[in-house]
């Protein structure tokens, strides 16, 4: 694993931006794997600002994201895919038919998982997967104890995510209960894995993740085994790791 060690959000921002920069100037029909969250929200503000100066072309990029709540239209402000919508694809020429994630509307969970394999199938090999990293350790909607769980599936999100992902919502109620996740093969059998933390409130689980064993009871730590992940993350998430880098 590749540590790059940035001073704080925005220089942990602009410098996991231009590893992705760098992926779509060399191959521009690309397949970018997604994450939502707080954390990339400075990364893609920032690819926005290369297309917007004319040095980023995302006509030919496919993108799959890594997970969507269960039940949750496109068009609700809490869904994943008006996340990205907002934060990436309404600001940069993206072809938004080639901008994919689980759908959320579809109650049938088997039918919604086998469609978004189908689709992860379909666009071949991700070559840059972006995760942020869950103060449970997750990626994606991994929970821990999954058991490394393979392809896509529906997941019942543990009393901990509920919470940290509370703020995004009116009230605890409006949070949905279930999500669709792409699973710890999907994420493995990325080409690359580029992996966004900041703050301190993530460094215990950057410790335990990265330099403690790898079990399913920290999903993240799987990562580990994957010969091409980056780690970038600012000073305070890697505040209880200094010693060891
Ligand atoms: C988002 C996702 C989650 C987040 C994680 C960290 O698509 O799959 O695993 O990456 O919960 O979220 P933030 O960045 O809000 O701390």
Same mark, same amino acid.
């Given at each position: 694993m590749k540590i790059i060690r940035t001073k704080d959000y925005d220089d942990m921002s602009r410098k996991a931006a231009n590893i992705i920069s760098a992926q779509v100037v060399l191959k521009p029909d690309c397949v970018l794997g997604l994450a939502t969250g707080s954390t990339p929200i400075g990364l893609y503000n920032r690819l926005a600002e290369c297309y917007d100066n004319g040095?980023?072309?995302?006509?030919q990029v496919t993108t799959v994201n890594l997970d969507e709540y269960k +039940?949750?239209?496109?068009?609700?402000?809490?869904?994943y895919y008006y996340f990205m919508n907002e934060n990436l694809f309404q600001k940069v020429?993206?072809?938004?038919?080639r901008t994919f994630l689980p759908?959320?509307?579809?109650?049938d969970s088997e039918k919604a998982c086998r469609q978004y394999n189908e689709i992860l199938a379909s666009v071949g090999q991700v070559d840059i997967q972006l995760l942020g990293l869950g103060h449970? +350790?997750?990626?994606? *909607?991994?929970?821990?104890?999954? *058991? *490394?769980?393979?392809e896509t599936h529906c997941v019942t999100l543990t009393e901990q995510t509920i919470q940290a992902n509370?703020?995004? *919502?009116?009230?605890?109620?409006?949070?949905?209960?279930q999500a669709y996740t792409m699973g710890i093969k999907t994420i493995m059998s990325a080409r690359r894995i580029l992996l966004v933390v900041s703050g301190e409130d993530k460094a215990e689980t950057v410790k335990n993740a990265f330099f403690g064993p790898v079990t399913p009871q920290v999903p993240?730590?799987?990562?580990?085994?994957?010969?091409d992940v980056i780690l970038v993350a600012d000073e305070a998430a890697l505040s209880k790791v200094g010693e060891l880098l």
């Open positions: 040095d980023l072309d995302f006509s +039940g949750l239209t496109r068009e609700d402000p809490q869904s020429n993206i072809n938004k038919d759908d959320g509307t579809e109650p449970n +350790g997750h990626i994606g *909607f991994n929970e821990p104890d999954s *058991f *490394f769980k393979t509370r703020r995004f *919502f009116e009230s605890e109620e409006d949070v949905p209960r993240a730590s799987v990562l580990q085994l994957h010969n």
